[in-house]
């Protein structure tokens, strides 16, 4: 049994829904359980219509008839006829968005996030479904939500494993003996089934949630790379593709920000020693990356760049240690604000961490820091990580670059710099 993962970029249109049915044509009589994520940027394009509508702007209803436009051309390009079921199922999606926006916001926030920016993926895995059958496949379309039960922590539902494996080895294995599944990536639902999200970018972590539950031999992840690079391509002109890592140099990749993987996908597949395959969709005869429990070592340095940093430098305002008990209460503060902390330097009278720039919420946290502490902050750095670095790699990354920052330990080196 095996999990397909498909993203964003290889269903932005029809064509790449033809690409996908091609694919997974090619393993018809295998048991498949197909994992995808809203189509192209909808996904962004439904979080600008959350922040409307929350704050009552007057494009809120021009974003959804933009999103509802999007779909019915991708529909209307594979159902040609007009008549398709498939159109009023689609429609019929949006409909629950347009039941939200009758009303004024009563909700929080990241409650009415995941109530809304969620049906990308419905619609999505609507029009999937429908084509796969189409094409001569039998194929059974899931709510992602009836199996991934999730705490109320709204856009980072934790997720509630044991209940979940249960719901999911309830059914699936007689359903996947008879047909090819579709479901969705990135959406749970709590015990009063009200969806959630898993944190963006989430689908691969469902992908990872299916697998485990179902004891996978393999999960593929289809990009629109050939695989893990070694680094970028938006920042080398020169990148390597990695053909293996293993679960630890994954995990420690996708810790730092390396983004062709989710951070929470490999715990659950190392967990059950599921082979995780990274693979392009354009090129699908490429081998592509294989993470599976391995010793070897990254054959090549590998480059993680993060830019639009924040440097934040916390003092005590009485002059003294930075002690357990500040620490306990800055990381309280962070999570409160839901900043995500990517470097951090202790001393004994102050503590510095580099955060991504996410706009309000960075002001209101250093706001409230300053209630307790001195606050020094920096803007405009960038973070460059290098996995199995050496004086080379360095060398290279700071060309007109002033080192702000930097940390080593045996295998990382991580560099908060300026540009010059």
């Not at 269903?11 to 994520?37: M, P, T």
């Not at 503590?351 to 706009?359: A, C, L, P």
Request: charged residues 20%; aromatic residues 10%; hydrophobic residues 40%.
């Amino acid at each position: 049994m095996q999990v397909f993962k498909f993203g964003g970029a290889s269903v932005k249109d029809a064509d790449g829904v033809v690409n996908l049915g091609r694919i997974v044509s090619a393993y018809r009589g295998h048991q498949l359980l197909i994992v995808v994520s809203a189509m192209g940027k909808t996904t962004n394009l439904l979080e600008r219509l959350v922040q409307q509508y929350f704050t009552q702007a007057d494009d809120t209803y021009d974003l959804l008839q933009q999103a509802k436009r999007y779909h019915e051309d991708i529909v209307q390009a594979l159902f040609p006829d007009g008549n398709h079921p498939v159109y009023n199922e689609v429609a019929n999606r949006f409909v629950e968005i347009e039941w939200i926006l009758e009303e004024p916001p009563m909700d929080p926030y990241d409650y009415l996030y995941d109530q809304i920016v969620a049906v990308g993926e419905l619609v999505s895995t609507t029009i999937i479904s429908h084509y796969l059958h189409a094409i001569g496949l039998t194929t059974k379309w899931l709510d992602a939500r009836d199996y991934i039960l999730t705490d109320n922590t709204h856009r980072e539902g934790r997720v509630a494993w044991e209940v979940t494996e249960a719901r999911i080895q309830d059914n699936l294995p007689d359903l996947l003996e008879h047909q090819l599944l579709v479901t969705q990536g990135f959406i749970g639902s709590t015990s009063e089934n009200f969806t959630t999200t898993l944190g963006r970018e989430g689908s691969d972590y469902s992908a990872a949630i299916f697998a485990a539950c179902l004891g996978a031999e393999s999960v593929t992840i289809w990009k629109d790379v050939p695989g893990v690079l070694n680094a970028d391509p938006k920042w080398f002109d020169q990148t390597e593709l990695i053909p293996e890592l293993s679960y630890l140099d994954a995990i420690e990749l996708t810790y730092y920000g390396a983004t062709v993987i989710h951070p929470k996908t490999i715990k659950p597949l190392q967990n059950k020693n599921i082979t995780l395959h990274v693979k392009s969709f354009i090129d699908i005869e490429n081998g592509g990356t294989q993470i599976r429990s391995t010793k070897e070592s990254l054959p090549v340095p590998s480059f993680i760049f993060k830019v639009n940093q924040v440097l934040i430098s916390i003092l005590p305002k009485d002059f003294s240690f930075i002690v357990e008990d500040n620490l306990s209460d800055i990381f309280s503060r962070f999570h409160a604000h839901k900043i995500k902390v990517n470097m951090m330097h202790n001393s004994a009278v102050s503590f510095s961490v580099s955060i991504d720039n996410t706009g309000d919420n960075v002001e209101a946290l250093l706001l409230d820091l300053r209630s307790r502490y001195d606050i020094r902050h920096q803007i405009g750095l960038e973070l460059i990580t290098i996995r199995y670095y050496n004086q080379q790699t360095i060398a290279r990354v700071l060309v007109e670059k002033e080192i702000i920052m930097e940390l080593k330990d045996s295998y990382t080196c991580q560099l908060l710099v300026r540009k010059l």
